[in-house]
């Protein structure tokens, strides 16, 4: 089944779904930002961060 099959094989269970980010230190839903706040969101770059491991850290020399 391919993923479209199984997106209208299921229409009637899915449901919207409603990002929320934080602006100006409190968070909001994107539904509420003007033009010009979805336009900033839309251009942000998103990355991950790797978990700090000191097994992984390189040794500083004295």
Request: glycine share 4%.
């Amino acid at each position: 089944m391919t993923d479209q099959e199984i997106l209208k094989a299921n229409e009637s269970q899915r449901q919207p779904v409603e990002c929320w980010t934080r602006v100006m230190g409190y968070f909001r839903p994107y539904s509420q930002f003007n033009k010009g706040k979805k336009s900033e969101f839309d251009e942000r770059v998103w990355f991950t961060e790797e978990k700090a491991c000191p097994c992984q850290r390189e040794e500083v020399a004295a």
